[in-house]
């Protein structure tokens, strides 16, 4: 596993101002992940974990603190700025996976390269299908989302994160919307895309998750509780094949 | 970020609703459509009054005595004799601005033939006079400038009078009619003409020499009227500058006497009747326009809907990495491609709209293509104007507000 490091947050502090209220979302989060590792981040609902998530996305910024993605320090940039690291550095997949209705899998997946002019359509096609090889859907790149089950347009939504090729993808409950099954299913997916050296950050409220992944980091009213290595994650892809087969 | 990227992403957006997109269209399509019908349809009656006018002598000027008023009180133009002979005489010589000249004096009543007898109106003019009018003998021959002279009792009739005088169909050639007991030799009959655009019939004439008339019918010295033709239409006015001067001089008129004449060219008519039309055309636009204004509000309510059913999409595409600007062009877009699109059909059914008119109702239509080209200008104007709004609410949204929008 290499050594750098991809995001490093330093006290980061987000306040929100509700009326004549403010809210403190996080008070002084640090951290540093580095390239290759497989990241949970738990809390209820309230404990900051979405919005952390937004500014490590770089959909928000911090009121106060440091962060630097892949050693560019994102909170002084502006939106058009922030958008554009969106567009190069981060992959999102989302809880209700937000494909657009009535679209192929591919013209999904192109979708952020048609917002990086440079891609021609030739090498955006290419780069959509290698995404599609790389989350099983070769067979489906010209089903449209609503023809499709949660899980394959959830795996749609991933190949349309890893299709800029990005330094890390952060996953928003990811599997929230999904039963047992198919979540160990994408979950098998996202163990294999570590396995292939990608570094993800998956946010979600649901405890068990942690087993699955190289690192838990668990918040709670916006501080950080505990942050702790798992050496040995549990293999998603047993836990899958151990699940009783739907036989209907 | 690349144009022809952001297109694609609005047809893209455009071709998932179908429906909708061809409805908020409609507005378009039918307000353009109205447009360039109704400027059609003004403009082709402007053009069949206009058609008319000339065919009655475009480069007409009509000179009559008398100032028109004089000490406040409007005369009779019967009643005044400014207008002599050697004035005709004096343009005929010296206008270089003026293809030919007629004298006119007219006088109505009764024609008689036998036991058929009609009421007309007898004019005394000169051959030239042919030409001014844009009239032509159809059977014999005009009179002569020797007839001119000799003030012969001879008369070249209308179709409206020899079908009148002659019920029976006989050839009115050198049959002799009474007009005040004065027996008129027939030697030559009008070319037909029809009613002119204000219904009047053409036809219904009578033209003899004006000596003739003059001194046989009316004993007078004087003529009540000159008929000329400018060299052409766009002199009308050097000719009619011309004609004052020369009638000034002739008739000793100190500087700041005032005209005791009066000169009324074919084109101020022509002026005045289209000024008409050109109300109607434009009372007709401002209809069609108002439709259109109707249309583009429509895009902007559907693009407002659009933005605010799309919320996720919009937060969703933020997220990804599309900059405000990029949110904004795809809606901008996508409202002109409907406008635009709209447009085009809409001038297509403008078109054969004014094609149907034409052919079903018999009105005259005439698509000029500034209409065309006006609609479609309107219509991308209108694109952007209403598209603005919404798209730029879309490009203000939160994206984490908008991606997690339900």
New interface residues.
């Given amino acids: 596993m290499s050594e750098r490091d991809i995001i490093v947050i330093d006290r980061i502090r987000r306040n929100f101002v509700v009326g004549d209220e403010t809210v403190k979302a996080l008070r002084g989060v640090s951290f540093r992940i580095k390239e290759g590792e497989f990241v949970t981040i738990m809390g209820t609902s309230g404990s900051g974990k979405s919005t952390l998530l937004n500014i490590l996305g770089c959909l928000d910024t911090p009121t106060s603190g440091e962060y630097l993605l892949d050693g560019i320090s994102v909170q002084k940039m502006s939106k058009n700025q922030r958008a554009i690291v969106r567009n190069r550095k981060i992959g999102f997949v989302f809880q209700n996976y937000n494909l657009l209705p009535k679209t192929t899998s591919l013209d999904n997946v192109e979708l952020p390269l048609l917002y990086n002019s440079a891609f021609n359509a030739k090498e955006r096609r290419e780069r959509a299908i290698k995404a599609l090889d790389a989350v099983g859907l070769h067979e489906r790149l010209y089903h449209k989302s609503n023809q499709m089950s949660g899980g394959q347009q959830q795996r749609v939504a991933i190949a349309r994160a890893l299709v800029n090729d990005p330094v890390i993808i952060l996953a928003d409950e990811a599997t929230g919307n999904l039963d047992t099954r198919t979540s160990f299913s994408i979950l098998t997916l996202f163990q294999e895309l570590h396995a292939r050296g990608r570094t993800i950050i998956f946010v979600t409220h649901n405890p068990e998750l942690a087993d699955y992944s190289s690192r838990n980091i668990v918040l709670r009213d916006g501080k950080i509780v505990s942050d702790t290595i798992n050496e040995h994650p549990a293999s998603a892809k047993t836990a899958y094949d151990a699940l009783p087969k739907e036989n209907d | 970020?690349?144009f022809v990227?952001l297109l694609?992403?609005a047809l893209?957006a455009l071709n998932?609703n179908k429906l909708r997109c061809f409805l908020t269209m409609l507005g378009i399509i039918i307000g353009v459509a109205s447009v360039i019908t109704m400027l059609a349809i003004g403009q082709g009656s402007k053009n069949s009054i206009k058609a008319q006018i000339s065919e009655m002598g475009s480069n007409m000027l009509m000179i009559f005595p008398g100032s028109g008023q004089r000490g406040g009180v409007r005369q009779s133009a019967d009643d005044m004799q400014t207008l002599k002979v050697e004035d005709y005489e004096v343009i005929r010589d010296n206008a270089k601005f003026v293809s030919a000249i007629s004298p006119q004096v007219s006088s109505a009543g009764q024609f008689v033939n036998g036991n058929n007898n009609y009421p007309s109106q007898l004019s005394g003019i000169t051959p030239d006079y042919l030409n001014i009018r844009k009239l032509n003998v159809d059977e014999g021959e005009m009179f002569s400038d020797h007839d001119i002279a000799t003030a012969a009792k001879v008369c070249v009739v209308g179709r409206t009078v020899v079908n009148e005088l002659f019920p029976n169909g006989e050839n009115p050639l050198g049959k002799v009619i009474r007009f005040n007991k004065i027996p008129l030799t027939i030697v030559g009959v009008l070319e037909e003409k029809g009613t002119n655009s204000m219904g009047q019939d053409q036809d219904d004439v009578v033209l003899a020499p004006y000596t003739t008339v003059m001194k046989r019918v009316l004993a007078i010295d004087y003529i009540q009227g000159l008929f000329a033709s400018a060299l052409n239409e766009n002199l009308s006015d050097e000719a009619s500058d011309e004609i004052t001067q020369l009638l000034r001089a002739n008739h000793k008129l100190k500087d700041e006497a005032e005209d005791d004449f009066q000169i009324r060219s074919q084109q101020e008519l022509s002026e005045m009747m289209s000024s008409t039309s050109d109300m109607m055309t434009v009372l007709l636009a401002c209809i069609a326009g108002i439709s259109l204004l109707v249309g583009g509000i429509g895009i902007m309510n559907i693009m407002y809907v659009s933005v605010t059913e799309r919320t996720?999409?919009i937060?969703?595409?933020?997220?990804?990495?599309?900059?405000?600007?990029?949110i904004l062009s795809q809606f901008l877009i996508e409202a002109i491609i409907i406008s635009v699109t709209g447009g085009i059909i809409g001038i297509l059914v403008g078109v054969l709209a004014s094609w149907l008119v034409n052919v079903i109702m018999q009105w005259p239509v005439y698509i000029q293509a500034y209409s065309v080209l006006l609609s479609f200008v309107v219509c991308t104007v209108t694109g952007v104007f209403f598209g603005w709004y919404p798209a730029r609410k879309a490009a203000n949204l939160d994206?984490?507000e908008a991606?997690r929008y339900e």
């Avoid at chain 2, 937060?315 to 990029?326: E, H, K, Q, T, V």
């Fill in positions: 970020m690349r990227n694609k992403i893209r998932n996720r999409e937060g969703l595409r933020m997220a990804i990495g599309a900059r405000g600007i990029d994206p984490i991606i």
